[in-house]
């Protein structure tokens, strides 16, 4: 499974590095805020204040989320790379992308929490 990915050169930095930044941003999580146990604030509005709280296992569950969504790129990556070379490297960078993302979206949290 994922042959095609692993003989990429491209596609092997950018897989490695999306799973390698979603493991650090879990870490950093579980470090940060693992041994909390009032609800996370996860969004707030100017005008309105705190409109959502959450639990740690909710943002764990965006963490899963997010490993679930990167591994489905990459099996598409893997799979579309013989007919359709550049698709797959779409794929394979929105991965990044996303994770990227939530490395920000983490660091949020932290940072109100």
Known sequence: MFSNVIKDRYLRVVAGLSLLILLVTALIFYLRLGSVTTPLIIHFDAYKGIDFLAGRIEVFGVL????VI???NLFLADFLYSRERFLSYIFGFVSLELTVLILITIGVIISVN
């Open 64 to 67: 899963l989320s997010a490993l």
């Open 70 to 72: 990167i591994l489905i």
